[in-house]
């Protein structure tokens, strides 16, 4: 499975993944793809950092080709109240998204 499908399963299906960024091993809700600058991102809430909670919670965007390890888990999560589907750095850009009424 590439990337791409493993965050879109992840996505429809809100999963949380698991991944290495910039050698920081994290467990992620992801919200959002979207495209900025010819490169693709997710938006995702940070549930972990080495095994333990943030101290603070925050939706973080993420570099795909930064993701790496990147596994789908079983665990799901609710749409965060920080994430603002929205927002205007999503318009026109947004490849898929979140929804806040399924599952």
């Known amino acids: ?3 791409n499908q493993l965050l879109l399963e992840a ?3 809100k999963k949380c993944v698991t991944t290495v960024y910039n050698n920081v091993a994290m467990k ?3 919200h ?4 900025k600058n010819n490169a693709l991102f997710i938006d995702a809430v940070t549930l972990e950092k080495h095994g333990e909670p943030p101290r ?3 939706l973080g965007a993420f570099h795909l080709l930064g993701l790496n390890e990147l596994q789908l888990t079983e ?3 609710a749409v ?3 994430f603002e589907p929205a927002a205007e750095k999503y318009a026109g850009v947004t490849l898929f998204m979140v929804s806040a ?3």
């Open 1 to 3: 499975m590439t990337t």
């Open 11 to 13: 996505i429809a299906l």
């Open 28 to 30: 992620l809700a992801p």
């Open 32 to 35: 959002v793809l979207y495209s």
């Open 56 to 58: 603070e919670k925050k």
């Open 75 to 77: 665990q799901t999560f």
């Open 80 to 82: 965060d109240a920080l």
């Open 101 to 103: 009424d399924a599952g």
